[in-house]
């Protein structure tokens, strides 16, 4: 069944690693109105700050480009993430997602960005296009919520 | 925000780690751990997380690279103050198991002084009040 949707919003920012932060306090402001638990922001917060660090680090690894963000959440409490960019793409998406790998070797990376998204998320859905850009989404359903009034 | 470091007597230096960890703010945090590392040699480093406010998978790169570089040097991690979110990250990576989640240092730092620079500045300051 397709759910309705409450509310969405647009993000478009450059790729410098001070929006990092940025990033996931927009995200974690919006989606503050379905009044989540402290440990769905958290966990919210953490996978969009691996999305668009890979963005950062991976897709624009020698320029400035942009990020495209979309959040929309759902009558059925759950949240949709898209996270897209017009970089280098993805060779191998199976690949990528495996735990421990990563293309960086300059830096101290732990290639466990899409591990932590996957463990944090519901679902974690990639498609790229090498040399295109990749988008990347990611959903998480809410908890119902407790209603004492 | 800029990691305090404190130098023990024993070879021990306590960092305390503040803010968000991420990719950006990673690559300082390092630099101030391991000028640290390498002004003082120290046996053991501890890491103390209770001033962190969010971590990602930077805070594993960062944590491996330290545990790498103390055990190349014959010496020994330590994590403190670790949040139960922040918990829930190094839990993903294994390096819960390759170095020590202590809820409590005061026991190993029990017995031993400060040396690092401001305190050698107070105490002569203090010295000459008296
Ligand atoms: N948006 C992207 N564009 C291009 N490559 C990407 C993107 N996201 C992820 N990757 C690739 O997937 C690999 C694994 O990502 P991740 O699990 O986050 O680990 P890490 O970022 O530590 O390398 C990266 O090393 C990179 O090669
Ligand atoms: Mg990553």
Redesign the interface.
């Known amino acids: 069944m397709k759910q309705r949707l409450i509310n969405r919003m647009k993000l478009t920012f450059p790729s410098c690693?001070?929006n990092?932060?940025f990033s996931?306090a927009a995200v974690s402001s919006f989606i503050s109105q379905l009044d989540p638990l402290i440990?769905e922001i958290?966990d919210i917060?953490?996978a969009v700050?691996?999305g668009v660090?890979n963005v950062?680090?991976h897709a624009y690894p020698d320029r400035i480009g942009e990020v495209f963000m979309e959040v929309k959440i759902f009558a059925d409490r759950s949240v949709r993430i898209k996270i897209r960019d017009k970089g280098c793409g993805i060779e191998n998406i199976e690949k990528a997602m495996e735990p421990m790998f990563s293309t960086s070797h300059d830096?101290?990376?732990?290639g466990?960005?899409f591990?932590?998204m996957q463990?944090?998320m519901d679902k974690v859905s990639v498609r790229s296009i090498p040399e295109k850009g990749t988008t990347l989404i990611l959903t998480k359903q809410l908890k119902e919520k407790e209603r004492y009034e | 925000m800029d990691t305090e470091i404190r130098i023990y007597t024993g070879g021990i230096i306590y960092a305390v780690i503040s803010g968000?960890i991420?990719?950006?703010t990673?690559k300082g945090i390092?630099t101030d751990i391991d000028k640290a590392v390498s002004e003082h040699d120290p046996g053991l480093l501890i890491l103390d997380f209770s001033r962190v406010t969010?971590?990602?998978?930077?805070g594993?790169?960062?944590v491996?690279?330290r545990y790498r570089q103390m055990t190349d040097r014959g010496g020994e991690v330590i994590l403190t103050g670790v949040a139960g979110?922040i918990r829930?990250?190094f839990q993903?990576?294994g390096i819960d198991r390759l170095t020590k989640i202590a809820d409590d240092v005061s026991r190993i730092l029990s017995g031993e002084n400060r040396i690092d620079e401001d305190i050698k500045e107070e105490m002569t300051d203090e010295a000459k009040t008296y």
């Open positions: 690693s001070e990092e932060r996931r440990d958290s917060k953490t700050s691996e660090t950062i680090v830096e101290e990376r732990a466990l960005g591990a932590v463990s944090f | 968000d991420d990719h950006h990673a390092r969010f971590m990602d998978s930077s594993i790169g960062l491996m690279g979110y829930k990250v993903l990576s």
